[in-house]
């Protein structure tokens, strides 16, 4: 095997954690995506990594966005997470198949989820096929406990846009 080959197949077989980022822009537009690569990166100050495909439609939304927010998935989630991560934006309002509410920063914040945060962009990184978002999370809330939606749950998902 090649080592990309090998790569790749050692890698999908680790179940990251999934999660829905959304964006909105002053001009109203808004968008969200299923995100499998995410990380905090620091505790001091605090700050989240969020890579987005470049082939995703949310891409061009969070790039002129000046904040995200970041929902943290339970395996309940799977019918929430299949919506944004098998649709695009280009074709539909995944909004309005969802319960939502406009939160901090007239972000838009999903309802479902039991656990979220929000926070200004402070830095972004081209990482390849994917930016590379760090937010500084300043708002949120947690609902409860949670067992969180693994990519082994989603990685028959048929991506709204090929990654």
């Not at 969020?50 to 966005?65: E, F, K, M, P, Q």
Request: aromatic fraction near 8%.
């Amino acid at each position: 095997m090649t080592e990309p080959t090998v790569f790749h197949e050692a890698v999908s077989a680790i179940s990251y954690p999934m999660v829905i980022v959304t964006a909105r822009v002053p001009d109203g537009e808004r968008s969200g995506c299923l995100v499998g690569f995410h990380t905090q990166c620091s505790i001091e100050p605090a700050r989240y990594l969020l890579c987005i495909s470049r082939a995703n439609h949310t891409h061009g939304v969070a790039l002129a966005a000046s904040h995200l927010a970041v929902h943290l998935l339970d395996e309940a989630d799977e019918e929430l997470a299949t919506l944004f991560g098998e649709q695009t934006g280009d074709e539909i309002d995944k909004f309005a198949r969802c319960a939502w509410e406009e939160g901090p920063f007239g972000l838009p914040v999903l309802e479902q989820p039991r656990a979220w945060f929000a926070g200004p962009v402070h830095t972004r990184v081209d990482v390849g096929d994917h930016t590379a978002f760090v937010i500084e999370p300043v708002d949120g809330a947690v609902g409860g406990p949670f067992t969180q939606l693994g990519f082994q749950q989603v990685r028959d998902m048929q991506p709204g846009h090929p990654a």
